[in-house]
């Protein structure tokens, strides 16, 4: 991950040459002189976000899509001009949260819940952009994005009949650190039971994802686009499961306001 983050800042550093070359170089010519922002190219965006986990078996060659799960992101961009009004670099930080209501019923313990994750995504993409008619461009925009992973837990109320009687118990499981946690006085063997119902893997708080996306722009104001991001980097972690690989798919649809 360090040197992704290097990569950012060298390229962060080299496009804020460039773009302020490229002001320069406009504010000189002919004498005409442009009051530049530093707010120019700052983008607001929010949107609704589809995740998947895609599990593969090194093993078996067998690929299966776990359930989906749905939230939104909200970000904060910057273009950087490369070539003047066509092709641009965009970085930036987005907040995604995403959702999945789980109710499951297995050795005679019924869970019901939810399972939350919260990231913050850098994107380093190459924006193309070009005009169709006055006040509308479209654009596409491609490249990776660094992904931190700040939460990922399920949360359940559990009940179970034991000689006749209702037995509930609250628990939450940390898919970064493996911890399953439950309400104080619950029996030992219902403790047992219920951790097996979660995986023995833990996941990687850090991923890489490169993504494609389409979009337009109105007015150079309003921007609407969609995209898809692919995983690249195995979210298990550890020694317990070294022939499957699980990499974290993310479709989304999102509008904003660029300055």
């Avoid at 619950?186 to 389409?214: C, H, N, T, W």
Wanted: net charge negative; proline share 2%.
């Amino acid at each position: 991950m360090k040197r992704f983050f290097s990569v950012i800042v060298a390229l962060v550093m080299l496009a804020g040459a460039t773009s302020a070359s490229a002001q320069g170089h406009r504010h000189g010519h002919g004498g005409h002189h442009d009051v530049y922002s530093v707010a120019d190219g700052l983008g607001i965006s929010f949107g609704y976000v589809h995740s998947a986990y895609r599990l593969s078996d090194w093993a078996t060659d067998e690929v299966e899509t776990m359930d989906g799960l749905d939230g939104f992101n909200i970000g904060l961009t910057k273009d950087f001009p490369l070539i003047d009004q066509m092709l641009y670099l965009q970085t930036g930080l987005a907040y995604t949260y995403q959702n999945d209501s789980r109710n499951m019923s297995e050795s005679g313990v019924r869970l019901v819940g939810d399972w939350d994750e919260h990231f913050l995504n850098i994107p380093i993409k190459v924006k193309y952009e070009v005009p169709v008619m006055d006040g509308l461009n479209v654009f596409v925009m491609g490249g990776p994005s660094l992904v931190a992973g700040l939460s990922s837990s399920m949360k359940y109320r559990a009940r179970v009949d034991v000689l006749g009687e209702s037995v509930n118990a609250a628990i939450s499981y940390n898919f970064f650190n493996g911890k399953v946690r439950t309400n104080d006085g619950m029996p030992d063997f219902l403790q047992k039971v219920i951790e097996q119902q979660f995986p023995e893997a833990r996941y990687r708080r850090s991923d890489v994802q490169l993504g494609l996306s389409a979009g337009v722009k109105l007015f150079e104001l309003l921007e609407a686009q969609i995209g898809y991001d692919w995983g690249l980097v195995n979210k298990f972690r550890g020694e317990t499961i070294d022939d499957l690989k699980m990499r974290r798919q993310q479709f989304y649809i999102s509008v904003g306001v660029r300055f």
